[in-house]
C-alpha cells in the first residue's frame, strides 16, 4: 500500500506564509508526478501546483508567483511553499501523487486526505 500524508495546514492571517509538506510511504518504487490540489466549500478540487520528478513545475493562475512546489526525491516528499496568502485561498489542500510500487507495476494516483488552509484575519 501507498500513503500521502500531508502537514502544516493551519489558521493563518492575510498576507501571512504557511509551507505545506506531503510524503509518500509505504511500498514506493519510484513516483513521477507530484502535486497539490485544492477544495474550498461548495466548489471543485482544482490544481493549485504540479511538479514533475525532473523538477519542472506548474501552477494554477490564480497562485502563480505567490506559491512555489518543490521536492525532496530521497524523502519521497513534495512542498508547497504559499506567501501572500489571501482569504479566497481558504480551503482543504490535497496532495497526489503518481506511483509504482515495483518496476513492473504501472504508475497509480495516490491521494492523501487534505489539511486545512485557512486564512483569516
Known amino acids: 500500500q501507498v500513503q500521502l500524508v500531508e502537514s502544516g495546514g493551519g489558521l493563518v492571517q492575510p498576507g501571512g506564509s504557511l509551507r505545506l509538506s506531503c510524503t509518500a510511504s509505504?511500498?514506493?518504487?519510484?513516483?513521477?508526478?507530484m502535486a497539490w490540489f485544492r477544495q474550498a466549500p461548495g466548489e471543485e478540487r482544482n490544481l493549485v501546483a504540479i511538479?514533475?520528478?525532473?523538477?519542472?513545475?506548474n501552477y494554477a493562475e490564480s497562485t502563480m508567483g505567490r506559491f512555489s512546489i518543490s521536492r525532496d526525491n530521497a524523502k519521497n516528499t513534495t512542498y508547497l511553499q504559499m506567501s501572500s496568502l489571501k482569504p479566497e485561498d481558504t480551503a482543504v489542500y490535497y496532495c497526489?501523487?503518481?506511483?509504482?510500487?515495483?518496476?513492473?507495476?504501472?504508475?497509480?494516483?495516490?491521494w492523501g486526505k487534505g489539511t486545512l488552509v485557512t486564512v483569516s484575519s
Open positions: 511538479i514533475s520528478s525532473e523538477g519542472d513545475t
Open positions: 509505504g511500498t514506493v518504487f519510484s513516483i513521477s508526478n
Open positions: 497526489n501523487a503518481d506511483v509504482r510500487r515495483d518496476y513492473t507495476s504501472p504508475f497509480r494516483h495516490y
